[in-house]
């Protein structure tokens, strides 16, 4: 396990318990970490709020990452509470219904704005904020999450696809400017996991019966097992690795046919 004692973290994106940035804070957690976790809107407050009490000391903070104001604000908390931050894990995406189930041809100008303002400019915004709290503490490691509907088409994806591929550019420019400061910037690149996001793509459930049927590793990827690439690259075991898209899909990318 990696050890996180003593070390602060924000982590935003748990939305249930099936969330994947809630396998992440439980791991981190479970690493000695102390966490601040963010929830988007009233409607999932509860939800977060339960889940928090598993965890030591945390704090629970509103975050919708379309408002720069709130942003500030978390940064804010982040710092009067932490006084600065180790880890920021970045598990937010969004795309609107119709973008997800009409052709990709369709695809609206509104639509692709809040696609990628919420899934891939989100991650600018909250680099900007946190980055000046992990430099204070002698550096830190943001993390996102993606998906391989970056570089291949996968049905229904449309969008979401696009705005992958801007979060992993994000990724290697952010990389390259936080690094003289020690602040690392990576990606992992999750194969799929019924979440709450993922049951708005439509026939999710064959994408999962594909890859369990094609994927080296012949099973879909858990929750848990990216959590423990996440624990493992805001540890000091990934302190050689920035700018970077790592691959937690059970080997299903490197498969022709
Ligand atoms: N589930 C998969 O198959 C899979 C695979 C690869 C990558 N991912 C990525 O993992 C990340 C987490 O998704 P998940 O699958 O755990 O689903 P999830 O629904 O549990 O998490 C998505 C989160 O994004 C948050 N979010 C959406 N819009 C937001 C906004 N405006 N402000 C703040 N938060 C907002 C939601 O509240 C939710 O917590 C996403 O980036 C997703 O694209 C998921």
Redesign the pocket.
Known sequence: MTDLTGRHGLI?????K????WAIARAAAQGGARLALTF?GER?ESNVRELAEELSDPIVLP????SDQQIADVAAACDREFGGLDFVVH????APREEITRPFLETSREGFRVALD??AYSLIALARATAPLMERRGGGSLLT???LGSERVFPNYNV?GVAKAALEATVRYLASELGPVNVRVNAI?????K????SGIGGFSGILQVYRERAPLRRNTEAAEVADMAAFLLGSGGRGITGDVLMVDGGYHVVGL
């Open positions: 935003v994106g748990v939305a249930n099936r969330s994947i940035a988007q999932l975050l919708d990452v379309s598990g937010a995406a969004f919420v899934s999450l993606t998906y979401m690149s999750a194969g799929p996991i979440t709450l996001a993922a």
